[in-house]
């Protein structure tokens, strides 16, 4: 992920005014799909994806590419993440106009929640962003329903827009990986472990929660999550060392990418 | 006489007083609503981009609000190293 053009302060600002999407590649058939139709050239899939869209979900915007330098130029490969000032600007500022082309129907809140695919993948993602992980665990699907509608009441304004990766689950065999985990029906607040394939429980929140005090307990909870402070460099060779291993769920077709079962290459990080 | 003088005078100046405090009102609703449409959000300082983390959500949201769509696609691994994009 290219940090510099999606951690600047404008282009954050900007994507209050789009929904913004965010895929895991090569773990969901047919969002992979979605994203061939998007980008894939000769046909490949490739590990990374950025697009501006409209709002049907079909029409591009800006063009698209493996990261946003296809759109307003900058540096691939190796010093990804120091873009130039003027390209990340560019960004922002195509954003910022692009807003103005579609003002949207109603206020910035969605109503949905930004749920991740499964537990599972969930973990793993909040890991990689450096992120605490909410589930919305119920097994009663009235209760979860009830939860979700005051959950969706804070988690689009602040303090916790943006601060946190959420899921749901409806049986307890789903935390199998997450430590102090007691079965009870909850918002559960887990610390995803440095690689994603493990979990521990920060806060359990009760599931009866109305949205005032639900935001307030939390934010406390998210505060308590300690981030990994790894380089990226540091984060592949501790996982090497540890044998942490992801099975992604389709096959990768990216060329640059690893071959499953081929000869090792070369270690370098990915071209974006 | 001098009496209904002023009379005549503080009358005037409860009006002058009631046309200052509407003129002081308006401006004030309109400060208060230039702040609330202008201007991008106010930001905490580790403000970070909400994801969606599903197409079928995503574009639920887009559709249903009209809004533009910021889309990222990334395998979260590393030679097959997980927790990291």
Redesign the interface.
């Known amino acids: 992920m290219d940090r510099s053009f999606l951690s600047d302060k404008d282009v954050i600002a900007a994507s209050r005014n789009f929904v913004c999407i965010r895929l895991a590649t090569y773990e969901n058939a047919e969002e992979n799909r979605v994203l061939s139709g998007i980008f894939a050239p000769g046909g490949n899939l490739q590990n990374t994806v950025f697009a501006l869209l409209a709002p049907n979900g079909t029409t591009p915007l800006v063009r698209a590419g493996r990261s946003p330098v296809w759109a307003f130029g900058g540096v691939r490969g190796p010093g990804i993440n120091a873009q130039p000032a003027e390209s990340i600007k560019r960004m922002a500022e195509t954003m910022q106009s692009i807003a103005l082309r579609y003002p949207g129907k109603g206020p910035g809140a969605t109503g949905a929640l930004p749920y991740l695919a499964d537990l599972r993948l969930a973990l793993n993602v909040a890991a990689a962003d450096r992120q605490p992980l909410v589930v919305v665990y119920a097994p009663d699907r009235a209760q979860r329903r009830r939860m979700e509608r005051e959950l969706s009441k804070v988690v689009w304004s602040e303090p916790l827009v943006g601060q946190a990766q959420y899921v749901a689950a409806h049986t307890a065999g789903e935390f199998k990986a997450v430590r102090g985990f007691e079965t009870r029906s909850g918002f559960i607040v887990i610390q995803p472990g440095i690689f994603g394939l493990s979990g521990q429980v920060i806060h359990a929140i009760d599931a009866d929660s109305k949205a005032p005090e639900l935001r307030d307990m939390l934010a406390g909870a998210l505060g308590r999550h300690v981030p990994s402070q790894l380089t990226y460099n540091q984060h592949r060779q501790a996982g090497v060392r540890a044998g942490a291993r992801w099975q992604s769920r389709t096959p990768n077709t990216d060329r640059g990418g690893p071959r499953r079962g081929g000869p090792r290459g070369r270690r370098r990080r990915p071209r974006r | 006489m001098a009496k209904l003088g002023m009379r005549r005078h503080d009358a005037a100046a409860h009006r002058a007083h009631r046309v200052l405090r509407v003129v002081g009102g308006l401006l004030a609703l309109g400060w208060w609503s230039t702040g609330q449409a202008a201007g991008?959000?106010?930001?905490?300082p580790?403000?970070?981009?909400?994801?969606?983390?599903?197409?079928t959500?995503?574009?639920?949201?887009?559709?249903?609000?009209?809004?533009?769509?910021?889309?990222?696609?990334?395998?979260?691994?590393?030679?097959?190293?997980?927790?990291?994009?």
Request: proline share 11%; glycine share 12%.
């Open positions: 991008p959000p106010r930001q905490t580790n403000a970070k981009i909400a994801w969606h983390g599903t197409w959500g995503g574009l639920a949201a887009a559709q249903r609000m009209g809004k533009p769509i910021m889309l990222v696609s990334a395998a979260p691994q590393c030679h097959s190293v997980p927790g990291v994009w």
